[in-house]
């Protein structure tokens, strides 16, 4: 519901085409209107809000205090409901549309290179995919599921899980040449040792796996995502310890190698989660189905 303090569209434009040009006659044309509308437009703006906007010096407009108070929340509004429109012209028209949160590396990583399969089985569906490192509020968020860690699993959701998470310690070919026998844990705690940001206790709990004293080997850069981490392993930057799923790429293509024979299970599968007592839409129906076989196979075809 509006309220009758609330400015118009119409008269937003008004005044921001009027801050911009610091004319009626000049805003008018701009808008393709006449310069009595746009004069009506502002005139009826300041009388719902009870200040003036402007100064009229010289027949030049020349914003206020007021006026320049609400103009940068004027932009916002007005290139946010821009932008609104065209993510949904962006749809083209599709019958179905499943907004998904994600993990940005497993997103990167593992399901956007298997997207194309998927959009061969239900070609009418568009994907909305947006990245999340925290729990989906589905009651405050516009996503239809998400595809995150089951740890991130909220109240009020289903989970399927899809795949447990192996951690494996990489490095690129530079630190670490194809070579070059692997590591031991006492030798890999000498080396430079790559921080997840949000997940600060993985290499504690290798070490720890390991019999050894984490302490004082807890160093190296630090990154905020997966992602990070392993753009920095392959830049030489250290070792890292990342999720089996996210680095077979690189491996495969010898842009990383193993640093150790080890691995270690992570502490919470991959899942894909979803709201409980919604009606679940046609494409979410299908996407469950479609990613429930896929995490069967081991790469993408």
């Known amino acids: 519901m509006r309220h009758s303090w609330t400015p118009t569209l119409n008269e937003l434009e008004a005044f921001r085409a009027c801050a911009g040009t610091g004319s009626t006659t000049r805003a008018a044309q701009m808008l393709g209107l006449t310069q009595s509308a746009v004069s009506r437009s502002l005139a009826s703006m300041e009388a719902r809000l009870g200040v003036r906007l402007f100064h009229r ?10 006026g320049r108070a609400i103009l940068r929340d004027t932009d916002r509004i ?56 925290t729990a989906v509020d589905f009651d405050r968020s516009p996503y239809d599921a998400a595809v995150q860690r089951i740890a991130h699993r909220g109240p009020g959701t289903h989970a399927l899980p899809l795949m447990e998470e192996r951690l494996i310690a990489v490095a690129g070919p ?42 004082t080997i807890l160093r190296g850069a630090r990154f905020e995502h997966f992602g990070m981490v392993l753009a920095a392993a392959r830049a030489d930057l250290g070792i890292a310890l990342v999720p089996e799923v996210l680095a077979a790429a ?32 046609r494409a979410l129906h299908l ?12 790469k993408p075809l």
Do not use: C, K
């Not at 530079?174 to 080396?191: K, N, Q, S, T, Y």
């Not at 040792?193 to 949000?198: F, G, P, R, V, W």
């Not at 997940?199 to 796996?209: T, V």
């Not at 293509?253 to 270690?264: C, D, M, Q, V």
């Open 57 to 66: 010096i010289r027949q030049r407009l020349t914003l206020s205090d007021a």
């Open 78 to 133: 007005l290139n946010d409901l821009d932008q609104a429109a065209l993510t949904v012209m962006s749809f083209g028209g599709q019958r179905d549309v499943l907004r998904l949160a994600v993990l940005a590396s497993f997103g990167t990583s593992w399901l956007i290179p298997r997207l194309s399969r998927f959009h061969r089985i239900a070609p009418g569906i568009t994907i909305d995919m947006t990245s999340a490192m």
């Open 174 to 215: 530079g630190l670490l040449p194809p070579e070059a026998p692997l590591i031991e844990d006492a030798e890999l705690a000498r080396l430079p040792l790559l921080q997840q940001a949000t997940r600060p206790d993985l290499w504690l709990d290798w070490f720890l796996d390991a019999g050894l004293d984490p302490i």
């Open 250 to 281: 690189d491996l495969a293509a010898g842009h990383l190698r193993l640093a150790s024979a080890r691995s270690i299970a992570g502490r919470s599968p991959y899942a894909l989660i979803w709201p409980a007592g919604r009606e679940e839409s």
């Open 287 to 298: 996407f469950r189905d479609w990613i429930a076989a896929e995490a069967t196979l081991p």
